[in-house]
């Protein structure tokens, strides 16, 4: 896959992320990989807070929210091939 490509495959699920890490290339899109990491890992630390009852599902849905958009940031920057920071979580780096 080309740079464009992984890069758009890797916000697709976390499935995406990891055929684009796998299969992709993994230096052009690395910006990409990290971001759509960033956001799973995201997603996963919303999930656990969800299992606290009431505050947890009002604080666990407004980071859902949250994700939903930085996600849609993250996906149209791909297709733009820009290389954009997520808001709040795009500082993260977790692939060096």
């Not at 971001?35 to 995201?42: E, G, S």
Request: aromatic fraction near 8%; charge should be neutral; glycine fraction near 8%.
């Amino acid at each position: 896959m080309d740079t464009r490509t992984t890069s758009i495959v890797a916000y697709l699920t976390w499935i995406g992320t990891v055929i684009a890490f796998i299969a992709g290339d993994r230096e052009g899109a690395k910006f990409h990989l990290n971001q759509a990491l960033v956001i799973i890992i995201a997603q996963i630390v919303c999930s656990i807070i969800m299992v606290i009852p009431v505050i947890g599902w009002v604080v666990g849905m407004l980071g859902y929210v949250f994700i939903l958009v930085c996600w849609i940031m993250g996906l149209v920057a791909a297709i733009q091939q820009e290389e954009k920071e997520i808001p709040l979580l795009g500082k993260i780096k977790i692939l060096q």
